[in-house]
């Protein structure tokens, strides 16, 4: 009896223990599962494998091709000679210009870019993965606040109701405590959807399966980063914002990309050139032919060697706009890194306002949730007693809802500001990784 009472405890553990121990996930939990199971991110590991695949290919054409060939001629009867030769080459093609090296050059310079683009990459989804983070956090705030409401405004209602059967009160003054509870229970049903909501758009971004919930971010992302060019002695020289900006140009993952393919456009202009150049080709082979009935005349084996070289002085201008092609590409890159590099400066400057913003709007809505908060408890004690009416309640409430709404909207865009910050200058997938 006690084993099958124990295999009953044992199932019914199993069967809620999904529930009971549904996982838990920090900020940083969701950025190490994010890096893990992205479809965007393998994407771009596979364009770096096949970078250093195309360095492969690279430093194959230096290399030269060893061939094996043979035959065998059968003749009919009425001719009966019959023979068979075979033999191996070796041959090796090359520019003067040595334009094979500046292809191994551009293929390494490739691989570095497609890493930097990963990197890139990364720091995208990793904030895409926070703003949906702090969205869930936001939807459970929202969900405690309408939970609260709907407290608070069942104690108004049960008041009104017992104020009107002592006949303190009137009847309009318990429909409207009704009517704005019932609001607030429509609202509560909302923020229960929009919690699930968010959840499941979490889940999907990061690649969560089952039930589970996120914990509050830590202490240390809500501090403001210090810019990394800032010592002690240029904090008193230079302004934060110059300073992040060089931070950005020094870090930003897609800044040092763009400047690698000018670096690729300007080898490609050499490469490009290098067909004016000659190419020379050098060959080597040993054959040995076999016939059948054998004469000796006949030469069973040879070894030769060849020298030659190609110089193409007419081809109808076709490398005449391969290189016009190639010096308007390494243009292209010069512009589309300058036009970047403005536009990277735009978006610090843009970030770290928008965090300053957030800031001194977070410190004021704070004060305004505790008067708010402070009002409606000095209301609702003047409604107890006589002292103040039903509509003074339910504006001490509204402002009381409107300020805690305000504020964790405010703290969490905040947080986030922090993190677009820290994106902006290029430090947010190095900072992650310090914490992983």
């Known amino acids: 009896m006690k084993k099958v009472l124990f295999l009953i405890c044992c199932f019914a553990a199993l069967s809620v223990s999904s529930e009971l121990f549904a996982g838990e996930y920090s900020l940083e939990d969701l950025y190490r599962l994010a890096l893990e199971n992205s479809k965007a991110i393998k994407i771009s590991e596979e364009n770096l494998y096949i970078s250093k695949l195309d360095k492969s290919r690279a430093m194959a054409v230096l290399m030269p091709t060893v061939t094996a060939f043979g035959s065998r001629t059968e003749y009919t009867d009425d001719h009966p000679d019959n023979s068979t030769s075979w033999g191996v080459k070796i041959d090796q093609s090359l520019s003067m210009s040595g334009r094979e090296l500046t292809a191994l050059k551009i293929a390494r310079e490739s691989i570095v870019k497609s890493d930097l683009d990963l990197n890139s990459a990364k720091e995208s989804y990793l904030l895409s993965v926070a703003f949906y983070y702090f969205d869930v956090l936001r939807a ?90 800032m010592t002690p002695v240029e904090a008193n020289q230079v302004q934060p914002i110059d300073c992040l900006k060089q931070t950005a140009l020094r870090e930003r993952h897609e800044l040092k990309s763009v400047e690698l393919d000018r670096q690729i456009a300007e080898r490609q202009v050499k490469y490009t050139k290098g067909s004016y150049w000659p190419t020379i080709s050098v060959e080597g082979a040993y054959t040995r032919r076999e016939e059948h009935p054998s004469t000796s005349l006949d030469s069973d084996k040879s070894v030769y060697g060849l020298i030659r070289i190609d110089y193409p002085f007419f081809e109808g201008g076709l490398r005449k706009a391969e290189v016009s092609q190639s010096e308007a590409r390494f243009r292209q890159a010069e512009y589309r890194y300058n036009d970047l590099k403005d536009s990277v400066n735009v978006e610090v400057e843009s970030a770290y306002l928008n965090m300053k913003t ?54 969490y865009d905040y947080e986030l500001a922090i993190l677009q910050l820290q994106r902006a200058t290029g430090t947010l997938l190095k900072t992650v990784n310090s914490k992983q």
């Open 358 to 411: 957030s800031a001194g709007v977070l410190e004021k809505l704070r004060a305004e949730a505790d008067y708010a908060r402070d009002n409606f408890n000095a209301v609702t004690k003047q409604f107890e007693y006589g002292l103040a009416n039903s509509l003074d309640v339910m504006d001490a409430n509204n402002l009381l809802v409107t300020s805690e709404r305000q504020l964790a909207n405010a703290q």
């Open 140 to 229: 459970r705030k929202s969900l405690d606040i309408a939970n609260a409401n709907v407290e608070r405004l069942t104690k108004h209602r049960d008041a009104a109701r017992t104020r009107l059967r002592v006949g303190e009160s009137t009847k309009t003054v318990l429909l409207r405590a009704e009517a704005e509870l019932s609001g607030a229970q429509s609202e509560l049903i909302r923020a229960e959807n929009g919690v699930k909501l968010a959840r499941a758009v979490l889940a999907r971004t990061v690649g969560i399966d089952g039930d589970y919930d996120v914990r509050e971010p830590e202490a240390s992302i809500r501090e403001i980063p210090m810019p990394y060019c």
